[in-house]
C-alpha cells in the first residue's frame, strides 16, 4: 500500500512486537483495527527477521495500475518466502546451498526430495531406515522440509523447519503428473513411488511459493491457490529445473550428523570457534560462489570410485605445478557472477536489466578461461575447456540491446539501448525533440515579450509552465493564459506549449511501455537458453573449486595421496607419512607431524597419553586426510596411501542433550549403538575416552567390551583414545590390534607435551600435572599427590599379597570376593583406588567436582 508493506489485525500487532516497528491503527465502517508496516525499499532485512522468528511470510503486491481501475488496485500474493525457498540474494548466502526437503512413505521406503529453489540443484534418493534418511538430510543441512502424510518428521533435525503441506501434493498419481510436467519419463528416472511422491509434492511446494502475478490466477485462499498449483492451473512452471539427479547414497562416503560435526566440516565445534577453523574454511579460496557452493557439495559427498577420485586429483596436480596458469584462472573466475542463481531469477521473470548485465559480463570473461585451458593435459580439464560454451548469441543480444549501465527498475525506461528498436528510437525522437523545443522556448519568449525574468519551468502536477513576476504582468502576452498564482509571480501556458507537452509526455510514455515490453523479450529469450547456462555454470564451479583445492596443496604443502583398489580383503590401508591436521596446523604457530599405518593387519589402535597430548587431534587428522583424499584434494602428508573408506564414526567429545532428556552419558550410549550396529570392515571408527560417564568399573567394562565387539564381530579400523589404561593389555590377545600413546616428559613437577605418537602404551595420565597446569587451586593439586602416592603404595601390598595363598605358599590363585580382591587370609581389600584415580580425568573436572571425587576416594581407602 503506497511506499509500504502493510500487516492488520493480529499480525501487526506480532510484527510490531517482533520487528519493533509502530503499530499505528485505520477505522472503516467495521471499527478500527491495528495496523504495521515495513518499507517496500528495505523489506528483504524485516522479512529476514520474521523468517529467523520462525514465520513465513506471504507477499501480496499490487497487480495492475492505478490508473487502469476506477475501484480499489487488486492485489495478489505474489510470492511466499519460506526458510528452505529463498530467491532473493539479500536473503541467501552466495557461497551455500539452501534446500528445501519433502519426505515421503510408500511400503516399507522412504523418499527424499531436495531441491535449492535459487539455483535448481535437485536430488532424491531412499532408504528402507528412517536413519538413513536423517543421515542424507544430515548431509544437505535444508532449512525446511514437508512431510507427507504417512511418513514422520523424524529424520528432520530440530534447527530445521517443518512445513505442512497438502497431503494431496503426496498422492503417486499427482505428484507422477507434476514431475512428468517436468521430466520425460519420471518412473524410469527415479527408484519407486517413495522418490516419485517426495519429488512431485516438492515441486508442486516450490510452485505453490512462487506465487502469482495476475488476478484470479492463485484463488483468494490458501486453499484455493494450492489447488490451482495441485491441479495445472496456476502456471507457475519453474523453467529452471531441468534436472533431477538421483544418487545412491552408498556411492559416496557416508558422514551424519555427529561425524560431521565432530570432525568440523562446516561448523567449529566450540561456540566461540573461529568460523574459519573448519575443513570448508581450509579448503576454500574458490573465487566465485558457483564454485564455493560445488566445494561444499564435494565435502558433504566424498568420493569412493577410485577412478574419479584420480581424476580430480589428476586436475589438481596439473593446476598444482601450472603456477600462472592457476593464478591467471583464478583472477578470471573472480569476475564471474552467481549464474545459476541468475538464470534462476531471469526464468522466474524476477530478474532487472542489471542481472542480464552480469550476465553479459561473465559470458564476455569465459572465451579467455577456455583459452587457458587449451592445452591442458589431463582429461578432465579437456573435458572442462569443450564445456566452457561462451555463449556468444545470448551475449551479444543482451550487449545489443541493453545500456552498459542501466538503471534498477525495469519500467522507467533508460534500459534498451540507441538502435536496438526503430520504433523506440522513434518515440524518444519525439519526446527528445519536443524537450529541445521547450528549452528553447524561454530564450524566445524573453525575446518576444521584453520580460528578462521570464522563466519556463516543469512540475508533476501542472507539467511545463511559463512563470513570470508580479512586476512584470502587464507586459504578459494575450495568448498566455493563467494555470496558478503564486505570492510573488504567475505561471501560464500557451496553446502550442500545451500541444508540446502532450506530445512529449505521450511520447515518454509509450517509450517507457515499448521499453518494457522489449525488456521482457529479451528476458524470455535469454530463458529459453537456461540448459546451456546451467551446463556453463556447472562447468566454470568444477573448475573453480578443482583451483582452489590446487591453490591450497601449492601453498600449505600438501602431497598427492595415493589412491589404492580393495585387493578382495575386507579390511582398510591407511598409510599416512607425516600427516598434519589442516585446520590446527593452521592456527598454530608450529605442528607436529605423525604417522598413521593401518591395515588389515593392524585395525584397531588403542591410543593413551595425558590429556592436551593430542590424542583426539590424532585422530581426527587421520579422518580428514582420509575425507580430503576422497573428495579428490591433496593432503597434509609428505606421503599418503589408501583405500576408499565407505564411512566415518566418530563418537568424540563431551555433549548433552537436556531438551531431550538425555545425559552426557546417554548420549555417548546413543552414537556408540549406532556405530555398533552400522559399521563394517570399510568402515573408519573413531573412538574418544568411551565409558568416562558412568563409575569406573562399568566404564572400563563398556570399553572392553566394545573394543572387544568391534574387532570379532565388526571388523571397522578404530583408533580408540582412552585413559581406560587395562585396555592397551587386551591388545596382547588380539592379533591385529596395537598400542600407541604419546610421549611427554617431566620439568620440574612440569608436564612438556612432545605431540609425537609412539607404539606402545603410556606410562601413566598425569592427571594430577595436567591439573596443576589447568589451574587448579594448590590445596586440591597437593591433596591429589598425596591420594596417588597412598594409592600406589595400596597397590604394591595387594600385588605383594596376591602373590601368596591362604598357606602362605606363593602361586596360589586367590579366592573371589563380591567386594573386590581377597588376601590369602581371606580378608577383603579396598576398591582399587589406584586404578579409578588413574582414570580420573582432571582436565574436564572443576575444583568442586575434583574435591568431591577425592572426597569419595578417600573414604574408599578409610573402609
Not at 517443518?162 to 501434493?169: E, G, H, K, L, S
Not at 542501466?406 to 519526446?431: F, H, N, S, V
Not at 581371606?826 to 580420573?840: F, M
Request: aromatic share 4%.
Amino acid at each position: 500500500m503506497g511506499d509500504f508493506y502493510e500487516t492488520f489485525c493480529g499480525a501487526a500487532e506480532r510484527t510490531a512486537r517482533l520487528l519493533e516497528i509502530a503499530l499505528t491503527s485505520r477505522e472503516d465502517s467495521t471499527g478500527e483495527y491495528p495496523m504495521a508496516g515495513i518499507p517496500i525499499d528495505n523489506a528483504e532485512s524485516y522479512i529476514e527477521e520474521l523468517l529467523e522468528a520462525g514465520y513465513r511470510v506471504a507477499v501480496a503486491d499490487q497487480v495492475e495500475e492505478p490508473g487502469e481501475t476506477s475501484g480499489v488496485v487488486e492485489r495478489a500474493v505474489t510470492r511466499v518466502i519460506t526458510p528452505g525457498t529463498l530467491t532473493e540474494d539479500e536473503l541467501l548466502a552466495g557461497d551455500d546451498n539452501n534446500f528445501v526437503a519433502a519426505i515421503a512413505r510408500d511400503d516399507e521406503r522412504l523418499g527424499l526430495a531436495l531441491l535449492d529453489v535459487s539455483t535448481g540443484d535437485f536430488y532424491a534418493t531412499s532408504a528402507t531406515a528412517a536413519e538413513s534418511v536423517a543421515d542424507e538430510v544430515s548431509r544437505f543441512d535444508p532449512s525446511e522440509a514437508v512431510v507427507g502424510p504417512d511418513a514422520s518428521a523424524d529424520p528432520v533435525p530440530d534447527d530445521c523447519m517443518v512445513t505442512p503441506f497438502d497431503a494431496r501434493a503426496f498422492d503417486r498419481e499427482r505428484a507422477g503428473e507434476t514431475l512428468a510436467a517436468y521430466f520425460r519419463n519420471p518412473d524410469a528416472l527415479l527408484a519407486g513411488d517413495a522418490e516419485i511422491r517426495a519429488c512431485g509434492a516438492l515441486l508442486a511446494y516450490a510452485e505453490y511459493v512462487r506465487g502469482g502475478e495476475h488476478e484470479g490466477e492463485r484463488g483468494d485462499t490458501d486453499e484455493e491457490r494450492v489447488t490451482a498449483v495441485l491441479e495445472g492451473d496456476a502456471d507457475q512452471h519453474l523453467e529452471y529445473i531441468t534436472q533431477l539427479t538421483r544418487y545412491d547414497p552408498r556411492e559416496y562416503l557416508l558422514l551424519d550428523a555427529v561425524a560431521l560435526r565432530s570432525l568440523e566440516l562446516f561448523e567449529p565445534r566450540t561456540v566461540h570457534g573461529r568460523d574459519d577453523a573448519t575443513l570448508v574454511g581450509v579448503l576454500d579460496e574458490t573465487a566465485s560462489a558457483l564454485g564455493g557452493r560445488t566445494l561444499r557439495d564435494w565435502l558433504r559427498r566424498p568420493l569412493l570410485d577410485p577412478v574419479r577420485i584420480e581424476a580430480r586429483h589428476d586436475a589438481v596436480a596439473e593446476l598444482k605445478s601450472a603456477v600462472q596458469r592457476r593464478e591467471q584462472l583464478h583472477d578470471r573466475l573472480r569476475e564471474v557472477y552467481d549464474l545459476e542463481r541468475l538464470i534462476g531469477r531471469i526464468s522466474r521473470e524476477r530478474a532487472n536489466a542489471r542481472d542480464l548485465c552480469s550476465l553479459r559480463e561473465t559470458l564476455a570473461v569465459v572465451p579467455e578461461i577456455r583459452d587457458l585451458l587449451a592445452d591442458a593435459d589431463c582429461e578432465r580439464l579437456r573435458d572442462l575447456h569443450e564445456a566452457l560454451d561462451p555463449l556468444v548469441d545470448v551475449r551479444e543480444l543482451i550487449a545489443d540491446a541493453i545500456v552498459d549501465e542501466p538503471p534498477i527498475e525495469i519500467t522507467e525506461g533508460g534500459i534498451i539501448a540507441t538502435g536496438y528498436d526503430d520504433d523506440l528510437d522513434d518515440l524518444r525522437g519525439t519526446a527528445r525533440d519536443g524537450k529541445q523545443w521547450i528549452d528553447d522556448l524561454e530564450e524566445r519568449e524573453r525575446e518576444r515579450t521584453g520580460i528578462d525574468s521570464l522563466k519556463v519551468g516543469h512540475n508533476s502536477v501542472h507539467g511545463y509552465y511559463i512563470e513570470v513576476t508580479n512586476p512584470n504582468l502587464e507586459s504578459v502576452p494575450d495568448n498566455y493564459q493563467r494555470r496558478q498564482t503564486l505570492k510573488n509571480s504567475e505561471r501560464f501556458v500557451t496553446p502550442e506549449l500545451k500541444d508540446r507537452e502532450d506530445e512529449i509526455v505521450g511520447a515518454q510514455q509509450r517509450a517507457d511501455e515499448r521499453e518494457y515490453e522489449l525488456f521482457c523479450e529479451i528476458r524470455r529469450e535469454v530463458a529459453a537458453e537456461v540448459e546451456r547456462v546451467q551446463r556453463l555454470a556447472d562447468a566454470i564451479a568444477t573448475l573453480d573449486a578443482l583451483v582452489s583445492l590446487a591453490t591450497v596443496a601449492a601453498q600449505y604443502d600438501y602431497c598427492r595421496p595415493e589412491i589404492l583398489e580393495h585387493d578382495g580383503r575386507d579390511g582398510l590401508v591407511i598409510d599416512i607419512d607425516g600427516g598434519r591436521h589442516p585446520v590446527v596446523e593452521r592456527t598454530q604457530e608450529s605442528f607436529v607431524p605423525n604417522d598413521a599405518h593401518l591395515t588389515s593387519d593392524r585395525r584397531l589402535a588403542v591410543i593413551t597419553g595425558p590429556n592436551m597430548s593430542g590424542k583426539s587431534t590424532y585422530m581426527r587428522q587421520v579422518a580428514q586426510i582420509v575425507l580430503l583424499a576422497q573428495v579428490g584434494s591433496f593432503v597434509p602428508a609428505r606421503a599418503a596411501r589408501l583405500t576408499p573408506v565407505e564411512r566415518v564414526f566418530t563418537r568424540v567429545g563431551a555433549s548433552d542433550d537436556i531438551a531431550g532428556g538425555r545425559s552426557t552419558f546417554m548420549v555417548e550410549m546413543d552414537e556408540l549403538a549406532t556405530i555398533l550396529r552400522e559399521a563394517d570392515e570399510r568402515s573408519l571408527v573413531l573412538l574418544d575416552e568411551v565409558g568416562r560417564g558412568t563409575s569406573t568399573a562399568d566404564g572400563m567394562a563398556i570399553a572392553q567390551a566394545i573394543t572387544e565387539h568391534l574387532y570379532d564381530e565388526v571388523g571397522a579400523t578404530t583408533l580408540f583414545a582412552t585413559h581406560h589404561h587395562p585396555l592397551t593389555e587386551l591388545t596382547a590377545d588380539l592379533a591385529a590390534a596395537f598400542t600407541l600413546h604419546f610421549e611427554v616428559d617431566q620439568d620440574d613437577g612440569e608436564v612438556v607435551f612432545h605431540h609425537e605418537i609412539a607404539p606402545g602404551a603410556a606410562t601413566g595420565s598425569y592427571g594430577v600435572e595436567v591439573a596443576t597446569a589447568a589451574g587448579v587451586p594448590d590445596p586440591v593439586v597437593d591433596r591429589s599427590r598425596e591420594l596417588v602416592a597412598d594409592a600406589a603404595e595400596a597397590d604394591r601390598e595387594t600385588d605383594a599379597t596376591s602373590a601368596v595363598d591362604s598357606s602362605g605358599e606363593p602361586g596360589s590363585e586367590p579366592t573371589e570376593s563380591a567386594t573386590g580382591d581377597t588376601t590369602a587370609d581371606g580378608g577383603d581389600v579396598p576398591t582399587d583406588v589406584a586404578a579409578e584415580l588413574r582414570a580420573l580425568d582432571l582436565g574436564h573436572l572443576t575444583p568442586v567436582e575434583a574435591l568431591t571425587e577425592l572426597d569419595r576416594l578417600k573414604r574408599l581407602l578409610e573402609e
